[in-house]
């Protein structure tokens, strides 16, 4: 029995030219390589069926009746749904005042008929891995940008803590670039960053902004932000990583912080960063409780914390890491 399932993973490709022989041969040498296609003769026929169906790429050819492909090109770049398609033109040798105009309109590949085989695929592969990467990329800025929404509708209750996660934030991209971590690590710790108060929802305003000293009852609660941050994003798949980052940010190196009282190694990498970036902005920052202290005499406390509050690794890496830049505030 013939199997007429189409694989989730094959990729569509759109072959416009007006000459059938043309497209029967690129659409041949494609299938061969587990590609889908379809075909038309022209630019007015493509955009009939881009209308139907959006394709992972489109091959054109360039000089075709009714609609050219400098016509079909832009009017696909200018739809908002077809913009990101790839495109790729279909030209002869003898064509290069073509291949100019395409150049000037932003067509970025050409393939010279008669179309090579292994040059076709090469391409196509090239292509698609590309587009892959920009989607994957915006999916990346989608995810942040809601993490950040979040992160800020916390932060503006808090009247005393105005740009804390941006400047933790920053200040633990600085740490993860001097300790050259990989781009994804980094990434996640960004994730980390911006939502590790994400538990002071719980917090009352009046607690939150009140400018005296804590009764214990409110530190008791001030102390369950990080367990109700960790709470609140448990069921986001791809924040997972980052829980133990939010969870131990108020560790200490030496066990003496919350809410575990975690010693050393037992707290995570995440966790030991942003409990020091977290302390280096609180104190270069004014409180109600005490003012912006001077940064030397901030990183001269860190010097004295480390093996105490923080990780004796990291302090030095910090403080390499914050005087590279000028200070944020
Ligand atoms: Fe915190």
């Known amino acids: 029995m013939a199997n007429l399932t189409i694989p989730i993973s094959q990729n569509s490709i759109l072959i416009v030219d007006d000459n059938p022989n043309v497209r ?40 075709m009746p009714k609609m050219d492909g400098i016509e079909f090109f832009k009017a696909v770049r200018n739809n908002k749904k077809w913009g990101p398609i790839p495109f790729v033109f279909l030209t002869s040798a003898a064509s ?41 990329s915006h999916i990346n800025q989608a995810y942040l940008e809601t993490v950040t929404a979040l992160a800020n509708a916390i932060e503006s209750r808090d009247k005393y803590t105005g740009g804390h996660v941006d400047r933790v934030t920053t ?62 994003l448990q069921g986001v798949s791809h924040l997972q990583d980052i829980l133990p980052y939010i969870y131990h940010h108020h560790e200490r190196w030496d066990g003496s912080g919350y809410p575990k ?16 970036a977290d302390v280096y902005d609180a104190l270069t920052t004014a409180r109600p409780y005490h003012p912006a202290r001077p940064r030397e005499e901030v990183i001269q406390f860190l010097r004295l914390q480390a093996g105490r509050h923080f990780d004796p690794d990291l302090v030095p890496a910090f403080i390499k890491a914050i005087t590279k830049h000028p200070p944020l505030i």
């Open 96 to 136: 290069p005042a073509d291949i100019q105009k395409g150049k000037e309109l932003g067509v970025e590949d050409y393939l010279t008929k008669p179309i090579d085989t292994d040059d076709l695929v090469g391409i196509i592969n090239a292509r698609l891995l590309r587009s892959s990467e920009v989607k994957m």
């Open 261 to 276: 009282g975690l010693k050393g190694k037992e707290i995570s990498i995440g966790g030991r960063m942003l409990a020091i």
């Open 171 to 232: 200040y633990s991209l600085w740490l993860a670039q001097e300790l050259l971590w990989p781009p994804e690590h980094t990434r996640l710790l960004e994730f980390g960053a911006r939502l590790h108060d994400i538990g002071k929802v719980i917090v009352p305003d009046r607690i939150l902004n009140k400018p005296g000293k804590f009764t214990p009852q409110e530190w008791e609660l001030m102390r369950k932000h990080p367990a109700a941050g960790v709470k609140m």
């Open 24 to 63: 029967r041969a690129i659409s041949r040498s494609l299938q061969i390589e587990n590609y889908a296609t379809r075909q038309a003769a022209n630019g007015e026929e493509a955009l009939k069926m881009l209308a139907q169906y959006t394709p992972d790429m489109i091959l054109s050819d360039i000089n």
